[in-house]
């Protein structure tokens, strides 16, 4: 038998982290932790029950695996390859309806992202359900004459390196997203990459080092600056950095 264990994200990765050090990453248990209501789209039930750490502490953790898939078709692929793989595994979730922006059946490989959009002046890599705004803002940005690429990494840890250096070699310059704190998650994983492997102008977009509040899903995504629209003001200030 494989243990699935879930929770809010708040209480997955906060309340119970050291029962998941000490009894499951450290001994490299084969359990699956799916966290659910990740991020500020909780809503209403303000910053107390918004997880924007869990990523940042999960993936901090030798042995843990990280996935955060886009949409429905990609969970249901991220918990089979959660259940074939032999180790934690930590999966987030959101609470609020997205876009689908994979077709069903589709494939999941852990340690491996995405290019659903390409482009050649600037990338988002992007994560969870920001992978349907930053598709938005690709659009966006074609009709300001501007290529963007949209990379999409269900897997936070292992991360696909090489797509991420590709992207970086290719465009010169990137825009993460998350809905998540910048600080330990996606966007920090970027930018180590990046600083290590091919250094290019990144801009995360994310929350900046703050709690969420209580609101609906659409006030805070606007509040805290994950939209479309801050997605390509974030594409336009990274394209200034490029042009130097």
Known sequence: ?????????VFAAGRAFEQIRQSVAYPKMN????????????????????SVEDLAIMRALPNMTVLCPADGPETTAAIRAAAAYDGPVFIRLGRAKVPVVFAQPCEFVIGKGSV?????????????MMTAMALT?????????????????????????????KAARETGAIVT??????????????CETVSEGYPVAVERVGLRDVFGQSGTAEDLLAHYGL???????AAERVLARKRG
């Open 1 to 9: 038998m494989i243990p699935f264990a879930s929770t809010f994200a």
């Open 31 to 50: 359990v699956k932790i799916v966290a659910t209501h990740g991020g500020i789209t909780v809503g209403e039930d303000g910053g107390s029950h918004q």
């Open 116 to 128: 659903l959009r390409d482009g050649s002046d600037m990338t988002f890599i992007t994560t969870g």
């Open 137 to 165: 803002a690709a659009d966006i940005l074609k009709e300001e004459n501007v290529s963007a690429r949209v990379v999409h990494l269900g897997s936070i840890k292992p991360l696909d390196v090489d797509l991420i250096l």
């Open 177 to 190: 997203a998350e809905e998540h704190s910048v600080i330990g998650g996606l966007g920090g994983a970027v």
């Open 227 to 233: 939209t479309p629209a801050h997605l390509v003001e």
